[in-house]
């Protein structure tokens, strides 16, 4: 049971240490929300916003917010679905990107999913593996591993292996072959079923800024020098918020444009506006955007 203290703050779990965990901490950090280094390593208090952060080991993140002992928490999406627990995905987080992928020894003829039936897989995600499987009619025998399974077909362990991939170095180095992409991951904010008011709008505060830092990250603020008869091209090739800023500049003429430009345009906008006449281009990175 909840005391009375605890309905008004969220109790938010992340990893205590790892591969999310910096990057866990640095998003509070960016959305304003300080946390205490207090002398207790399991938990510690916010001292801006009302939340609780608890370190634990990523696996047991989904039971925990499950369970309610934790409100909301911050871990890989590629878990979340493997522990397959009652929890909501809320928002994801942009962080921790990885794939859960088949792979096999790069001397193997793979052509299709077809070349795992009745072969041993060896994985640390025997549900998201098994579910692949099951929607694909393969027959296969999964061998549950939780660590090193990339040496598993080296020792004749198994045929295949299925695992997080980022870079692809750990399959290099281990003369396998990444063959199938099973499971795009990000690191994702997981919430409980059953938060009380206080808490649900504790929460939209803090989406609300992690949205706002997710779309700074993504955007970028352009200032730029245009001839005035090449304004309406230029201006043409920017999106902007609503529409771009043109100020005059001393120069008889001229104009100072600025606006703001996705980080997935970029290069392309950027090539454009030199090719319409744009000069002096600066680009310069946004900490927050509120929309
Ligand atoms: O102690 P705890 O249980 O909390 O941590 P853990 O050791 O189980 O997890 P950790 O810290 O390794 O990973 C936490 C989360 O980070 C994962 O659940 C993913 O959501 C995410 N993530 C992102 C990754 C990777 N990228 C990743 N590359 N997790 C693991 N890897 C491993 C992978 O298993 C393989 O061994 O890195 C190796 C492959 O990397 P490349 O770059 O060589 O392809
Ligand atoms: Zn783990």
């Not at 049971?1 to 779990?13: F, I, P, Q, V």
């Not at 099951?134 to 025998?141: D, L, N, Q, R, S």
Request: with cysteine; aromatic share 6%.
């Amino acid at each position: 049971m909840k005391n009375n203290n605890e309905n008004y703050k969220l109790r938010l779990a992340i990893q205590k240490s790892g591969r999310l965990h910096d990057d866990s901490m640095r998003l509070l950090k960016e959305c304003g929300i300080d946390i205490s280094n207090g002398v207790n390593k399991l938990k510690a208090d916010a001292t801006n916003f009302p939340i609780e952060v608890f370190f634990l080991r990523d696996d047991d993140i989904p039971q925990y917010v499950e369970d309610g002992v934790a409100d909301i928490g911050f871990v890989g999406e590629n878990v979340v679905f493997e522990k397959n627990k009652k929890v909501e995905i809320e928002e994801k987080l942009g962080f921790g990107k990885c794939r859960l992928s088949m792979a096999v020894q790069r001397n193997e003829v793979y052509e299709n999913a077809y070349f795992l039936q009745n072969k041993k897989i060896a994985t640390s995600y025997p549900v998201i593996v098994s579910n692949f499987l099951k929607t694909k009619g393969i027959e296969a025998e999964i061998h549950e591993i939780s660590g090193s399974v990339e040496i598993a077909p080296g020792i004749g362990l198994a045929d295949a292996i299925c695992d997080l991939v980022s870079s692809g170095s750990t399959l290099f180095m281990n003369g396998l072959k990444e063959v199938e992409v099973i499971f795009e991951s990000q690191a994702v904010l997981i919430k409980n079923n059953l938060l009380n008011e206080v808490q649900q709008q504790l929460l939209q505060r803090l989406i609300f800024r992690i949205q706002s830092v997710k779309k700074a990250k993504n955007n970028k603020y352009i200032l730029l020098n245009a001839p005035n008869n090449k304004l309406d091209e230029i201006i043409g090739l920017l999106p902007g918020m609503k529409s771009p800023t043109v100020l005059p500049l001393a120069t008889e003429g001229w104009s100072s444009v600025h606006s703001v430009l996705n980080e997935n345009d970029f290069w392309n906008i950027i090539e454009q506006l030199k090719a319409a006449g744009a000069e002096g281009i600066l680009v310069v990175p946004i900490e927050k955007m509120i929309i």
